[in-house]
């Protein structure tokens, strides 16, 4: 938590502080991510006058995301920056004169998330029906992944094989 009573001695003031997160993981709905290194976050914070502080600021994150083919841990790096305004009383990040810059920049780390993240681009994936991943090796399950659609065509070509 970051006190802020510095600044909303004056209108107008700006203070600029360097700050550890406390961080260790990023979670939302779509699962809690592992952060792998980060760095302090610099931020100037300006009293706007009627209770509204504008807040700009930068960090680094680098989080532990899974290839969304394959699900193998991707270290991706999070560039988070933002300069934006908000009140006292209306704001998740901001508790009577305190700042808690973990929930900022949890909240920003969203907005910069990766909308695909791949191991590697020719990433092969995990098999539908047994689960390996083809990356490490392949299985012994019948490789033809066909359409539903086209069942009736394989249907006439197995009538082939048995003639």
């Known amino acids: 938590m970051l006190d802020l009573t510095e600044v909303l001695t004056d209108e107008g003031k700006e203070v600029q502080y ?3 997160l406390g961080l260790e993981s990023l979670s939302y709905r779509f699962g809690e991510f592992e952060i792998a290194r980060k760095e302090p976050l610099m931020i100037a914070v300006t009293n706007a006058g009627e209770r509204k502080l504008l807040l700009r600021g930068e960090t680094k994150l680098e989080v532990m995301i899974p290839c969304a ?3 193998e841990p991707v270290a991706v790096g999070l560039e988070i920056r933002f300069d934006t305004e908000t009140e006292l009383e209306n704001s998740d ?16 780390a969203l907005l910069v998330w990766p909308e695909r993240t791949l191991c590697r681009e020719d990433c092969r994936g995990l098999c539908s029906v047994c689960g390996q991943n083809l990356n490490e090796g392949s299985c012994d399950c019948e490789s033809t992944d066909l359409d539903p659609r086209m069942a009736k065509v394989l249907d006439i070509f197995s009538k082939f094989k048995e003639v």
């Open 93 to 108: 990040y901001i508790d009577g004169y305190y700042l808690n810059v973990d929930q900022l920049v949890h909240d920003e």
């Open 69 to 71: 083919r394959c699900l």
């Open 18 to 20: 360097k700050v550890d």
